[in-house]
């Protein structure tokens, strides 16, 4: 596994070696699970070379004390992609990526007003950017992002669209912990009985699909999500809303292409996860 901190060598070898090859690439923040690894996976089923990328984004992060706290386990992610058969690792320091303070930002409309773009003012812009700069590096034939980040794999869509971006995307399901729980990098963070809460927001959107299915209204969908998640301690729902899974307007009305996402707060830790209705 070739690992590279710089932009022009990971470029160069790129160019000099894998020229007109298929290239996935398969962006991540670090402190990698089994959905990530998954994604390699995928990449290396339909790629010649497999591109991971472990960054942690600030121009993403809204919350500085967030992006303190976010867990960095560098060695730890380097020894599971080598055992996943990733080939190369692309994994700069801030200044590499940012050698002058960006002052670029994106507006995606509607599509970063609502759900984690009105509880994360300026989060999407930070992963446009950062995006972007990744797809200009590697120059992927394939990129591969979770279901998890549902709306953040919307945005990515309008940003190849509307910059004809010349990759295929893939959106790859959430992987699950056995009791339900999303995994994610943040998870690490939860102590043990935060950990034991955090089920809380995967069983309130399996409540809520339940409900739907009853035929009951979304208003009486919604109550129940709130009363679920306020009976438990140190828990607090930021949203639960319906959309339209093709363009994420939210929906009163269910219909096949419904998502049901949900964000909130277990403790200090924030957490999101989703649900398509139809799957
Ligand atoms: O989903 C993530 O881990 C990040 O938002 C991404 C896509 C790697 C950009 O920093």
């Given at each position: 596994m070739?690992?590279?901190?710089?932009?022009?060598p990971?470029?160069?070898?790129?160019k000099?070696?894998?020229?007109?090859?298929?290239?996935?690439?398969?962006?991540t923040?670090g402190?990698?699970?089994?959905?990530h690894?998954s994604?390699?996976?995928?990449?290396k089923?339909?790629?010649?070379l497999t591109?991971?990328?472990?960054?942690v984004?600030?121009?993403?992060?809204?919350?500085?004390?967030?992006?303190?706290?976010?867990?960095?386990t560098?060695?730890?992610?380097l020894?599971?992609?080598k055992?996943?058969?990733?080939?190369v690792?692309?994994?700069?320091?801030?200044?590499?990526?940012?050698r002058?303070?960006?002052?670029?930002?994106?507006d995606?409309g509607?599509?970063?007003?609502?759900?984690?773009?009105?509880?994360?003012?300026?989060h999407?812009?930070?992963?446009?950017?950062?995006?972007?700069?990744?797809?200009?590096?590697?120059?992927?034939?394939?990129?591969?992002f979770?279901?998890?980040?549902?709306?953040?794999?919307?945005i990515?869509?309008k940003?190849?669209?509307e910059?004809?971006?010349n990759?295929?995307?893939?959106?790859?399901?959430?992987?699950?912990?056995?009791?339900?729980?999303?995994?994610?990098?943040?998870?690490q963070?939860?102590?043990?009985?935060?950990?034991?809460k955090?089920?809380v927001?995967?069983?309130?959107l399996?409540l809520a699909?339940?409900?739907?299915?009853?035929?009951?209204?979304?208003?009486a969908?919604?109550?129940?999500?709130k009363?679920?998640?306020?009976?438990?301690?140190?828990?607090?729902?930021?949203?639960f809303?319906?959309?339209?899974?093709?363009?994420l307007t939210?929906?009163?009305?269910?219909?096949d292409?419904?998502?049901?996402l949900?964000?909130?707060?277990?403790?200090e830790?924030?957490?999101?996860?989703?649900?398509?209705?139809?799957?």
């Open positions: 070739d690992i590279f901190k710089e932009i022009e990971l470029k160069a070898f790129l000099h070696k894998w020229n007109s090859e298929s290239i996935g690439l398969v962006p923040m402190a990698l699970h089994e959905g690894l994604l390699i996976e995928a990449s089923r339909e790629n010649q591109v991971a990328t472990i960054f984004n600030p121009t993403q992060f809204n919350n500085p004390g967030d992006l303190a706290k976010y867990p960095r560098l060695e730890r992610d020894e599971a992609l055992s996943a058969g990733c080939d690792v692309f994994a700069p320091e801030v200044n590499e990526m940012y002058r303070p960006s002052t670029l930002k994106f995606f509607h599509l970063d007003k609502i759900l984690e773009g009105e509880f994360r003012p300026g999407f812009s930070g992963v446009g950017l950062v995006v972007s700069k990744l797809f200009h590096i590697v120059q992927p034939t394939v990129a591969y979770g279901q998890k980040d549902f709306q953040q794999f919307k990515i869509e940003l190849v669209e910059l004809d971006f990759v295929t995307l893939r959106r790859m399901p959430i992987f699950r912990e056995s009791d339900g729980l999303a995994m994610s990098s943040r998870n963070r939860l102590n043990a009985d935060e950990r034991k955090a089920i927001f995967y069983e309130a399996q699909k339940g409900i739907l299915k009853e035929g009951k209204s979304v208003q969908v919604k109550e129940a999500v009363k679920k998640c306020e009976a438990i301690e140190g828990v607090k729902l930021e949203y809303e319906l959309a339209e899974g093709d363009n939210l929906a009163e009305n269910v219909s292409q419904t998502v049901l949900i964000a909130g707060f277990v403790g830790i924030r957490l999101i996860d989703n649900l398509i209705l139809s799957e």
